[in-house]
């Protein structure tokens, strides 16, 4: 049973009995601690993997690696005491050159999807820039999962965007746009996560308890009317649409913002998009509907000036607008429009406003 505890604004927060950012920890030389089960092991030139080898991967540098399971489980160091609760429940450890761990909190009871999606991402829409999935697992005793995954090399758009000429903010919207393409063509009959279980969108409906069936089309409209009193969702066909619903600028990842443009082209392209944890089956106006909730109602009349500023409240609008342009040019429904349906949807569920609506 996790430990919980309210925090003064009203979230509900775990309390975990070790740090997340002791996951991972060397041992010896050139060997690593994973969540005290499993072993991080570089392997000498001219040395063969151990039998009981679960993957090998190389990194960057040519130098290879080996994950294998621990004899004996280790403690997790270091321990806190004070019981305090962790303000961020993801951790990352650089393993060689160009591999990391993500480590994140999860429940004993909880599913974890991320390199599932990814994997399905990276064989179905080959197009699509997705890190490369080396090994997960989940650790339920710790109550946390481990990803093993390649680095993409590049600067995540939250960096960089402010300082972007209007052409190469208009390139890396039209990529994302045709990624996001892409990944709607991948379908599914029901509402559900990549794993074809149910998918559990807070914003869209009340929690439901894990066991509940995924829902299909007629079954997830009859749901939102219910959950709204009565309030018509907008049109959706039959089939669900694979969708990674945290495209932020967090998430995104961007090659060439440090080139100089030459002969008026830009060097700037997507070069990665991370954080598939959140990937499922969606209907095909939530795709452009989610990205527009975040936006407090006094951006959506900032001038030229402001959303060209450094201020991080009125450039993340200018990201989501002109990401949200591409889409409408790809024949999505604009997002603000689903956005308007969303508030009325949500206050009639009951819900306090997550934003500043």
Known sequence: MVKVKLT?????????????????????????ALGGSMLCERIADGVSASSDTITTWKDGQGVDYCLRPLTTRLPIPPYDENGIIQSRLVSFF???????????YKAADDRSTEAEAMRLVRERAPSVPVPEPIYSWHDKELERTFLITRRVHGKVVDDVWH??????????????????????????????????HHLAERYLLPDYDERVEPFTADE???????????IEPPEFGPEFH??????????????????????????????GIVGWRYAG???????????CLPIPKYTLSATEEQLAS????????????????????????????????????HEAMGKPHPYDL
């Open 94 to 104: 650089d393993i060689g050159h160009d591999v990391f761990i993500k480590v994140k």
């Open 163 to 196: 300082s972007l000429k209007d052409e190469d903010r208009e390139q890396v919207a039209k990529e994302l746009a045709a990624y996001q393409k892409s990944l709607a063509e991948i379908t599914a009959p029901a509402f559900q996560d990549v794993g074809g």
């Open 281 to 291: 089956f969606y209907p095909k106006f939530w795709i452009t509907t989610f990205p």
């Open 242 to 271: 694979l969708f990674h619903r945290d495209m932020s600028a967090e998430n995104v990842i961007l090659s060439g913002t440090d080139e100089a443009r030459t002969e008026g082209k830009s060097h700037v392209h997507v070069a």
């Open 8 to 32: 003064s604004d009203g979230v509900v927060m775990p309390v975990l009995e070790s740090l997340i950012a002791a996951s991972v920890w060397p041992i010896g030389d050139g060997q690593w």
């Open 220 to 230: 997830l409209r009859e749901q939102l009317r219910k959950a709204s009193n009565g």
């Open 310 to 345: 450094p201020e991080r409240t009125y450039w993340i609008w200018s990201y989501m607008q002109s990401l949200d342009r591409a889409m409408v040019e790809l024949g999505f429904q604009n997002g603000l429009d689903g956005r308007s349906w969303w508030i009325k949807h």
